[in-house]
T-cell receptor
Framework: EADIYQTPRYLVIGTGKKITLECSQT?????MYWYQQDPGMELHLIHY???????EKGDLSSESTVSRIRTEHFPLTLESARPSHTSQYLC??????????????FGSGTQLSVL | AQKITQTQPGMFVQEKEAVTLDCTYD???????LFWYKQPSSGEMIFLIYQGSYDQQNATEGRYSLNFQKARKSANLVISASQLGDSAMYFCAMRDFEGSEGGATNKLIFGTGTLLAVQP
């Protein structure tokens, strides 16, 4: 079973606030990811990391930023939340073995609503 | 560009019957991987099954099987003996094998999903 945790599960916040979505995994995985998912839509990769001090932008442009100071922790920050940021944010991780069938383990997600 | 297409926004199936969820993909890379994930209403994504582009046989995992037709670029998920707990969104995904910094990024490209409702 996956050991990847996201907090908070739900967040309702006002426009202009700074927020940080937490993601932690206890599996020692090198690779971590953030996906954004609108209701009834596919997941879009917004950030990923190969390891400590490594972060890359994903396929979907996002105003959020990420950091990877520790292997197990990959927080996502929005400096000034806007209603357009309302979405579900899913964190994932995977081992860095490069195996073809290497799968992603996902957290339960954070549903963000910006009023 | 790589793309995943799921043409069924929603499906109904009677409990204990089998159901097929469609997935087609587009890639020019000869080496790729295909995944199916389940997303219940609780929101987490649960890995179901994997098919590699060079695998000779269709993948199976318990009640899940993947009908892989390489020439047609399709990777349909078959769920046998549906259960009420199978009601969820199902996403087909393809692994991007773009090499970077010593290995594949393992980025997954997702389809739009199919909402499956199992009726008693």
């Amino acid at each position: 079973e996956a050991d990847i945790y996201q907090t908070p599960r739900y967040l309702v916040i006002g426009t202009g606030k700074k927020i940080t979505l937490e993601c932690s995994q206890t599996m020692g995985h090198d690779k971590m990811y953030w996906y954004q998912q609108d209701p009834g839509m596919e997941l879009h990769l917004i950030h990923y990391s190969y390891g400590v001090n490594s972060t890359e932008k994903g396929d979907l442009s996002s105003e959020s930023t990420v950091s990877r100071i520790r292997t197990e922790h990959f927080p996502l920050t929005l400096e000034s939340a806007r209603p357009s940021h309302t979405s579900q944010y899913l964190c994932a991780s995977s081992e860095s073995r490069g195996a073809p069938n290497e799968k992603l383990f996902f957290g339960s997600g954070t549903q963000l609503s910006v009023l | 560009a790589q793309k995943i297409t799921q043409t069924q926004p929603g499906m109904f199936v009677q409990e204990k019957e089998a159901v097929t969820l469609d997935c087609t993909y587009d890639t020019s890379d000869p080496s790729y991987g295909l995944f199916w994930y389940k997303q219940p209403s609780s929101g987490e994504m649960i890995f179901l099954i994997y098919q590699g582009s060079y695998d000779q046989q269709n993948a199976t995992e318990g009640r899940y099987s993947l009908n892989f037709q390489k020439a047609r670029k399709s990777a349909n998920l078959v769920i046998s003996a549906s259960q009420l707990g199978d009601s969820a969104m199902y996403f087909c995904a393809m692994r991007d094998f773009e090499g970077s910094e010593g290995g594949a990024t393992n980025k997954l490209i997702f389809g739009t999903g199919t909402l499956l409702a199992v009726q008693p």
